[in-house]
């Protein structure tokens, strides 16, 4: 079976810089594979080639494998697209919108439109001009949904939605691939890809640094413990455990980073007159600080 998402050396430059270097990229039929990095890491660039918004300095691209620059007009047919950012006509409706582009599509039946719309909490007869910067989201997950595309392209897709409409998206998105659909999902939320994603592909200053599945992602992700007891205590006593590291002490406090399990931290740490823990996770941008060096991918 032919991939979703096929690149072989794809390469964009801004002038002397780069966006995306020598990109080669595949996605599965039927998978969630979230495509994660910083902001500037080249995500966004990315999903404009593929959809022939932007053109390639060199290298191919193909969805659902179609050729993205000679067939890009029927790329767009079976790609439901959410962008990053995103224009709505104030004066129109959000039915009014999703009416519009069945049309261009040929389509008459929303009755999965409106059931999108409940399920996010979304008035699909409010004029656009007077919805929130959640709501307007809504519309983008709307309108890139409603057709049941094989293939879901999704540019930063919780941006600006509460936790509980979170949850009701990525439910959809477990819908999609139940029903065998692709999903090319953009973030630097490390939470969600890792809720709904089979794969993780990590891309920095334009490259492809890592393809993983979301388990062995997550294995390298490293706790901040900080510890407050009533007196001091040996901190070597933490530095023995496994999975254990950066243990540093100060008065009467001990930090440390852990990679493995809690169990053994707490229970030494029980063995004493413990006043306060705090378990900090580590944001996108440490696990890849931890996972590739110091060096800082380029933001245009």
């Known amino acids: 079976m032919q991939p979703a998402i096929l690149t072989e050396k794809l390469t964009k430059a801004y002038g002397p810089r780069l966006g995306i270097d020598s990109l080669d990229l595949e996605v599965r039929p039927g998978e969630v594979l979230g495509f994660i990095g910083p902001n500037g890491a080249g995500k966004t660039t990315t999903i404009r080639v593929l959809l022939d918004l932007l053109h390639a300095t060199s290298g191919r691209a193909f969805v659902m494998g179609r050729d993205v620059r000679r067939e890009s007009v029927a790329v767009r ?6 962008p990053g950012e995103f224009g709505l006509d104030p004066r129109m409706t ?3 919108l999703v009416r519009y582009l069945a049309r261009l599509r040929s389509l008459n039946e929303l009755n999965y439109a409106d059931e999108i719309a ?3 909490g979304l008035d699909l007869d409010l004029p656009m001009g007077r919805l929130s910067r959640g709501n307007r989201q809504k519309i983008g997950l709307v309108q890139a949904l409603y057709h049941r595309p094989p293939l879901l392209i999704l540019d ?5 939605l509460d936790p509980l409409v979170q949850d009701s998206f990525l439910q959809i998105v477990r819908e999609a691939r139940g029903e065998g659909r692709t999903v090319f999902l953009s973030s630097h939320f490390l939470s969600e890809v890792e809720r709904v ?6 891309v920095r200053a334009g490259r492809l640094a890592a393809m993983e599945t979301t388990e062995s992602l997550l294995e390298k992700r490293r706790k901040r413990i900080m510890m407050i007891f009533s007196t001091p205590v040996d ?3 933490f530095a023995q455990l496994p999975g254990v590291s950066d243990v540093v002490p100060f008065g009467n406090s001990i930090s440390l980073r852990l990679s493995d399990g809690i169990d053994g931290v707490v229970k030494l740490a029980a063995q004493h007159t413990l006043l306060d823990l705090s378990i900090e996770h580590p944001s996108l941008d ?3 600080m931890s996972y590739y060096g110091q ?4 933001t245009p």
């Open 235 to 237: 901190a070597a006593l």
């Open 77 to 82: 047919r079976l790609v439901g697209y959410l």
């Open 197 to 202: 994603c089979d794969r993780v592909a990590i």
């Open 156 to 160: 930063e897709p919780t941006t600006g």
């Open 295 to 298: 060096e800082q991918p380029w």
């Open 286 to 288: 440490e696990v890849f």
């Open 94 to 96: 959000g039915r009014e």
């Open 118 to 120: 409940q399920r996010l």
